[in-house]
């Protein structure tokens, strides 16, 4: 069972910067598509970013496109979003997601459903102030 554990969250200010890592459980992401997850008081979930593993395609959601970056080491089986010019609107708690692969090719196609991802991390918290 593959385990998530997010870090990095805090407080900053608008226009700031905050890394968020995620360590998983198992020493290879080589059979997971992952992704970055938030979800805001009263909210649904949504999604941010996404990292196929098999070929190193990455993928953003529209409101993060050029502010955030995805990336990992899959040696440290660490997944990091870099998060700059950070807008009060991207307070949030953010939840590492991981998809098995399981010999079926998945796509990001926006929007991704949160239900399309089966392990999770317990979130951690982002806020930004004005």
């Known amino acids: 069972q593959l385990r998530l554990v997010e870090s990095g969250g805090g407080l900053v200010q608008a226009g700031g910067s905050l890394r968020l890592s995620c360590v998983a459980s198992?020493?290879?992401?080589?059979?997971?598509?992952m992704g970055w997850f938030r979800q805001a008081p009263g909210k649904e979930r949504e999604f941010v970013a996404g990292?196929?593993?098999?070929?190193?395609?990455?993928y953003y959601a529209d409101s993060v496109k050029g502010r955030f970056t995805i990336s990992a080491d899959n040696a440290a089986s660490t997944m990091y979003l870099r998060m700059n010019s950070l807008k009060p609107e991207d307070t949030a708690v953010y939840y590492c997601?991981?998809?098995?692969?399981?010999?079926?090719?998945?796509?990001?196609?926006?929007?991704?459903?949160?239900?399309?991802?089966?392990?999770w991390g317990q979130g951690t918290q982002v806020t930004v102030s004005s």
């Open positions: 997601a991981a998809r098995y692969f399981g010999g079926s090719y998945y796509y990001f196609r926006s929007p991704v459903p949160a239900a399309d991802f089966g392990f």
């Open positions: 990292l196929s593993w098999r070929d190193g395609s990455t």
């Open positions: 198992e020493r290879t992401f080589s059979n997971y598509y």
